[in-house]
């Protein structure tokens, strides 16, 4: 069984940083192509960010220059980085493999940006 729990959400003011971690529980399980996705209220979750076992990354037009996703395979653990954080970027992230495997969600980790 494969459990993935993210963590380091939080509020922060617009222009702010938060950095989000993603760590993988399962015996045998191990990232594929690892991805961070978000759902903002009334929206549909969305792939933001995504890298390989070999480090190639891919982001979403919307955060590029901002967000900066990283892995430590030896962990099983893949973060997020965010910074110069704006209102809309206001949601629930989650982490996932890429495409999203449905018996993998988590819980999420709530991040708001407002002041």
């Known amino acids: 069984q494969v459990q993935l729990a993210e963590s380091g959400g939080g509020l922060v003011q617009p222009g702010g940083s938060l950095t989000l971690s993603c760590a993988a529980f399962g015996s045998s399980f191990r990232f594929s192509i690892a991805g961070w996705y978000r759902q903002a209220p009334g929206k549909q979750r969305e792939l933001v960010a995504r890298?390989?076992?070999?480090?190639?990354?891919n982001y979403a037009d919307s955060v590029e220059g901002r967000f900066t996703i990283s892995r430590d395979n030896a962990k099983n653990t893949v973060y997020l980085q965010m910074s110069s954080l704006k209102p809309e970027d206001t949601a629930v992230y989650f982490c996932?493999?890429?495409?999203?495997?449905?018996?993998?969600w988590g819980r999420g980790t709530q991040v708001t940006v407002s002041s």
């Open positions: 890298i390989t076992r070999g480090g190639n990354t």
């Open positions: 996932n493999e890429v495409p999203w495997v449905y018996e993998y």
